[in-house]
């Protein structure tokens, strides 16, 4: 592809928190033009409508979703829909010629029947599950460097994968021995209304979900297979928790040989080694979400434990922004060739 001037995007899914968010992000960046934002239930209505922050920021209707008329418009399309939407538009897009970045879950399993059975959906076609370069940015990003088509990773994989790779890779921690103990604010279960996140029911309020169910357990699964050399399998357990955005993992694993919260700290600090996006914390430092909120930035901590021959490692997110949008525009970044930072240098929202 080649382009000139800047880079023409098409948000898909715009009237859902990734999409909004992406706009919130692509609005600084320097190299790309947001041509088109599409809402298949939403189109002919100004944006602002349902968004009124975006008052006088984004002046423009949502267009619908048609494949050719994206194609005519843009040259890059995030694709942030439902799990089953993408399956069915993404082929068309690249088909189309255009560069795609898809935020939904469904390129990311490289099996399709292991696909059908968390989602609960049909699978997509064989050959574009292997076209898709899984864009966890830190750890496979050097694949991402000219390709058309990135699966951006789930909010939950990203916070709990960038806190187990290292330690994994190193061969520091028993494979067999993970426990994954994930929050997240209500943000990550969508704009949609139910009853599980009216705020009658969340508000001071601590649920787990989808025990042993979740969706995301194959995708972690996946990756910390391809790490380890051997199969990997989780215990995951994620909760709901009475705030807007962030998300915490607290990992459990036994530690192979003897390693202290410094050793720990250097082995994180080597591996995520000019990768911007990664803080790993002096020892005895716990992350909190708030140091995160509204930034790119996933920070990790670690306490180590002699008396039970354990660590337990702790990374937090912001799940719409590192685990959502902001990785998207961070794969894009790679995609293109440019620095991994353009258009993502934001502050941490605090307090």
């Known amino acids: 592809m080649t382009v000139t001037g800047k ?11 990734g999409g909004v968010e992406l706009i919130r992000l692509l609005q600084g960046h320097p190299d790309i033009e947001i041509t088109s934002v599409i809402s298949s239930s939403s189109a002919g209505t100004p944006i602002e409508e349902g968004f ?15 494949a050719a008329e994206i194609a005519s418009r843009a040259d890059v ?3 942030a829909t439902p799990s089953g939407v993408s399956a069915k538009l993404v082929p068309g897009l690249l088909e189309a010629g255009l560069k795609v970045v898809d935020l939904s879950g469904d390129f990311r399993l490289k099996d399709g029947a292991e696909y059908e059975q968390w989602y609960k959906h049909p699978a997509p076609p064989e050959a574009y599950l292997k076209q898709a370069v899984y864009g966890l940015c830190e750890v496979y990003g050097e694949h991402a460097a000219g390709v058309d088509f990135i699966s951006n990773p789930g909010c939950f994989p990203t916070a709990a994968l960038l806190g187990l790779v290292p330690a994994l890779a190193a061969g520091w921690i028993k494979p067999d021995s993970i426990i994954i103990d994930a929050k997240s604010g209500v943000s990550g279960a969508g704009r949609g209304t139910s009853l599980m996140v009216h705020f009658a ?13 979740h969706q995301h357990i194959p ?3 996946q990756v910390l297979t391809d ?3 051997e199969k990997v399998t989780v215990t995951f357990t ?27 700290v250097e082995l994180y600090r080597n591996y ?13 430092v716990v992350p909190a979400t708030k140091e995160v909120s509204g930034s790119n930035y996933c920070d990790i901590g670690f306490a180590t434990d002699a008396r039970t021959g354990r660590v337990t490692i702790v990374s937090v997110i912001d799940n719409i922004v590192k685990g959502a949008a902001g990785q998207a525009i961070q794969n894009l970044n790679l995609m293109m060739g440019w620095e991994e930072t353009r258009g993502l240098g934001y502050t941490p929202v605090y307090p």
């Open 238 to 264: 994620t909760h709901l928790v009475p705030m807007t955005r962030g998300i915490m993992t607290t990992m459990y694993a036994g530690l192979n040989g003897d390693h202290s919260e410094q050793d720990l």
């Open 219 to 221: 995708e972690i699964e």
């Open 272 to 284: 995520y080694a000019g990768r911007p996006y990664v803080r790993v914390r002096e020892p005895g």
């Open 52 to 66: 009124p922050h975006l008052t006088g920021v984004v002046q423009r209707k949502l267009d619908g979703v048609d």
């Open 201 to 213: 029911e969340i508000n001071e309020n601590f649920k787990a979900y989808k025990m042993n169910k």
């Open 7 to 17: 880079l023409r995007a098409a948000i898909v899914g715009s009237t859902g928190y």
């Open 77 to 79: 399309v995030f694709t």
């Open 227 to 229: 790490i380890a050399g």
